[in-house]
Protein backbone atom coordinates (compact mmCIF):
# COMPACT_ATOMS: atom_id res chain seq x y z
CA UNK A 1 0.00 0.00 0.00
CA UNK A 2 1.65 3.18 -1.11
CA UNK A 3 1.57 6.05 1.44
CA UNK A 4 2.95 9.79 0.99
CA UNK A 5 3.34 12.16 4.40
CA UNK A 6 3.52 15.29 4.41
CA UNK A 7 5.00 17.40 7.25
CA UNK A 8 6.62 20.87 7.77
CA UNK A 9 3.68 22.74 7.17
CA UNK A 10 2.35 25.59 9.78
CA UNK A 11 1.93 29.33 10.26
CA UNK A 12 4.30 31.63 9.05
CA UNK A 13 4.55 35.51 8.63
CA UNK A 14 4.56 37.08 5.13
CA UNK A 15 8.13 36.80 3.80
CA UNK A 16 8.98 33.82 6.18
CA UNK A 17 10.13 29.99 5.11
CA UNK A 18 9.02 26.62 5.33
CA UNK A 19 10.52 23.65 4.15
CA UNK A 20 7.99 21.06 3.04
CA UNK A 21 8.71 17.33 2.95
CA UNK A 22 7.16 14.45 1.67
CA UNK A 23 8.02 10.51 2.46
CA UNK A 24 6.91 7.88 0.56
CA UNK A 25 6.32 4.40 1.74
CA UNK A 26 4.97 1.04 -0.12
CA UNK A 27 6.91 1.60 -3.09
CA UNK A 28 9.98 3.34 -4.60
CA UNK A 29 9.60 6.12 -6.70
CA UNK A 30 13.27 6.41 -7.66
CA UNK A 31 12.38 6.65 -11.38
CA UNK A 32 9.30 8.30 -11.11
CA UNK A 33 7.82 11.90 -11.02
CA UNK A 34 7.12 13.35 -7.64
CA UNK A 35 6.04 17.11 -7.31
CA UNK A 36 3.51 19.13 -4.81
CA UNK A 37 -0.06 20.68 -5.42
CA UNK A 38 -1.87 23.31 -3.45
CA UNK A 39 -5.32 23.73 -2.66
CA UNK A 40 -6.69 27.46 -1.01
CA UNK A 41 -10.19 27.23 0.23
CA UNK A 42 -12.88 27.84 -2.63
CA UNK A 43 -10.10 27.16 -5.24
CA UNK A 44 -9.42 24.45 -7.24
CA UNK A 45 -6.08 22.19 -6.67
CA UNK A 46 -3.07 23.48 -8.55
CA UNK A 47 0.48 22.64 -9.86
CA UNK A 48 3.32 23.89 -7.66
CA UNK A 49 6.15 21.93 -8.82
CA UNK A 50 7.59 18.68 -9.83
CA UNK A 51 10.89 16.89 -10.11
CA UNK A 52 11.78 13.98 -12.12
CA UNK A 53 13.91 11.47 -11.61
CA UNK A 54 16.56 12.36 -13.41
CA UNK A 55 16.44 15.74 -11.46
CA UNK A 56 14.35 17.92 -13.99
CA UNK A 57 12.28 20.75 -12.43
CA UNK A 58 8.88 22.40 -13.53
CA UNK A 59 7.38 25.13 -11.64
CA UNK A 60 4.11 27.10 -12.06
CA UNK A 61 4.42 30.48 -12.47
CA UNK A 62 3.11 31.67 -8.79
CA UNK A 63 6.27 30.01 -7.07
CA UNK A 64 9.23 30.40 -9.95
CA UNK A 65 11.99 32.17 -8.34
CA UNK A 66 10.39 31.52 -4.47
CA UNK A 67 10.17 27.64 -4.60
CA UNK A 68 12.54 24.93 -5.32
CA UNK A 69 11.72 21.09 -5.58
CA UNK A 70 14.02 18.60 -4.60
CA UNK A 71 14.39 14.66 -3.80
CA UNK A 72 16.05 12.05 -1.83
CA UNK A 73 16.07 9.20 -3.96
CA UNK A 74 17.24 7.01 -1.39
CA UNK A 75 15.15 8.47 0.92
CA UNK A 76 11.79 8.21 -1.19
CA UNK A 77 11.63 11.63 -0.32
CA UNK A 78 10.30 14.78 -1.85
CA UNK A 79 11.07 18.00 -0.71
CA UNK A 80 9.40 22.22 -1.34
CA UNK A 81 11.66 24.73 0.12
CA UNK A 82 9.64 28.03 0.33
CA UNK A 83 11.23 31.22 0.60
CA UNK A 84 9.17 34.81 0.39
CA UNK A 85 5.98 33.60 1.38
CA UNK A 86 2.60 35.21 0.69
CA UNK A 87 -0.70 35.68 2.13
CA UNK A 88 -2.02 34.01 -1.73
CA UNK A 89 0.71 31.27 -0.62
CA UNK A 90 -2.27 29.83 2.08
CA UNK A 91 -3.25 26.58 1.06
CA UNK A 92 -2.96 23.27 1.74
CA UNK A 93 -0.58 21.86 0.25
CA UNK A 94 -0.45 17.87 -1.08
CA UNK A 95 2.56 15.81 -2.21
CA UNK A 96 2.07 13.54 -5.68
CA UNK A 97 3.64 10.88 -6.77
CA UNK A 98 3.75 9.03 -9.98
CA UNK A 99 1.75 9.22 -13.01
CA UNK A 100 2.70 11.42 -16.12
CA UNK A 101 4.24 14.29 -16.57
CA UNK A 102 3.36 15.73 -20.12
CA UNK A 103 5.79 17.83 -22.59
CA UNK A 104 3.49 21.08 -21.56
CA UNK A 105 4.64 20.56 -18.25
CA UNK A 106 0.78 19.28 -17.07
CA UNK A 107 1.19 16.58 -14.19
CA UNK A 108 -0.70 13.92 -13.64
CA UNK A 109 -0.21 12.15 -10.73
CA UNK A 110 -0.97 8.68 -9.69
CA UNK A 111 -0.96 9.26 -5.40
CA UNK A 112 -1.88 11.65 -3.37
CA UNK A 113 -0.74 12.75 0.12
CA UNK A 114 -2.94 13.62 2.87
CA UNK A 115 -2.06 17.25 2.86
CA UNK A 116 0.07 19.72 5.41
CA UNK A 117 -1.50 22.95 5.44
CA UNK A 118 0.53 26.32 5.05
CA UNK A 119 -0.60 29.58 6.52
CA UNK A 120 0.59 32.95 5.94
CA UNK A 121 0.42 35.86 7.76
CA UNK A 122 0.21 39.19 6.24
Known amino acids: QVQLVESGGGLVQAGGSLRLSCAAS????????MGWFRQAPGKEREFVAA???????WYADSGKGRFTISRDNAKNTVYLEMNSLKPEDTAAYYC????????????????WGQGTQVTVSS
Open 51 to 57: TTWSGGR
Open 96 to 111: AAGGALRASGSYYPEY
Open 26 to 33: GRAFSRDV
